[in-house]
């Protein structure tokens, strides 16, 4: 009887364990990836206008502004590379949830609105002309709750997507009637799952087939991909009427379609932080979409300054 006790408790102990395990995804559920991989954190994005972070080439003047949502702040150290390759220098200002668009905001405790005014007084104030937007942007068509425009709420649709899509056109002839130069970056593939936390588990508990099974189902989100191209293929159309296509980044192209692991992992780093972020080392391995507008910048940095 006493046996059948222990072996219950044993049962029970090694149930919870095992549920424990799964809940929190093993150790990772505590650590994050830069954490396990060793990649580096990133350092320079700020969510205040109060603490302004300057990157790139910090001996020259700023010149430009990456703004958007946290997808913005993922892009911080492509940004930084590129900028002291080029001899620039600018700012990133990023908060989670909040598109760069004019009119767009969400009750949700933080004012998107007073933020976005508040980065285009920054860049008047600091005459800076040069202005990339970049966010997640198609997740916010049937994700993220209730949105507003202008005040008017507008609850999760397809329909949406060409709401968004027309505030952000809104906001980038706005941007371009005040005489700044305006990039729009596109967003990267997102996947079904936190890829980099099963590929951990995977290689961490090699022996366990339900973590190897779920590595071989990864992939990217359906919905994701068609509500994504829809969204670009709007403004493509908005660039390739107003301001040229070289002004439309695509980290996205960096990716094959197949969403496979592949994409997660390049020469032994990992590409991805979470399911739909860059990593440190996936933001540089992008960082050439910067390469035509930084030339673009720093040539006419020169010729202004007589160098």
């Known amino acids: 009887k006493v046996l059948f006790i222990y072996a219950g408790l ?9 549920t424990a395990i799964y809940a929190t995804n093993g150790l ?70 909040t598109l760069p668009i004019f009119g767009y905001g969400r009750k949700a405790g933080f004012d998107d609105v007073k933020f976005n005014t508040e980065v285009l007084s920054f860049v008047v104030k600091h005459k800076i ?5 970049a966010g997640a942007w198609s997740n916010y068509v049937l994700g993220k709750g209730t949105l507003f425009m202008d005040g008017k709420p507008i609850s999760p649709s397809e ?9 952000l056109k809104k906001t980038i002839q706005t941007m371009r009637n005040m ?12 996947w079904n799952v936190d ?39 709007e403004v ?4 390739d009427k107003n301001f040229g296509a070289d002004h439309m980044l695509k980290p996205d192209v960096f990716f094959d379609s197949k969403g496979s692991l592949s994409n997660l992992i390049r020469s032994g780093k990992l590409m991805y932080g979470d399911s739909n972020h860059l990593s440190y080392d996936g933001s540089i391995f992008v960082s050439s979409i910067f390469d035509k507008p930084f030339k673009r910048i720093a040539d006419k940095a020169s010729s202004s300054s007589g160098k």
């Not at 044993?10 to 095992?18: A, D, F, K, R, S």
């Not at 396990?36 to 990157?55: A, D, R, V």
């Not at 020259?60 to 900028?83: M, Q, R, T």
């Open 179 to 190: 005489g700044l130069n305006v990039y729009f970056v596109c967003d990267v593939p997102r």
């Open 28 to 97: 990772y559920g505590f650590m994050t990836a830069s954490e396990i991989f060793g990649t580096k954190k990133n350092t320079y994005t700020s969510e205040s206008l109060e603490k302004p972070i300057l990157i790139g080439d910090i001996n020259e003047a700023p010149d430009f502004v990456l703004w958007g949502d946290s997808h913005a702040g993922a892009l911080a150290p492509a940004i930084n590379y590129k900028a002291k390759e080029y001899h620039i220098s600018g700012y990133v200002f990023s908060h989670g949830n």
């Open 129 to 133: 002309k040069n202005v990339f937007l």
């Open 10 to 18: 044993l049962m029970m102990v090694t149930v919870g364990i095992g």
């Open 236 to 239: 493509q159309s908005f660039a």
């Open 195 to 233: 890829p980099v936390r099963f590929y951990y588990l995977k290689e961490r508990y090699p022996d366990v087939a339900y973590f190897s099974s779920c590595v071989e189902k990864i992939e990217y989100i359906y919905d994701f991909e068609r509500l994504n191209q829809k969204f670009n293929s």
């Open 159 to 167: 329909e949406r997507l060409f709401m968004l899509a027309s505030g």
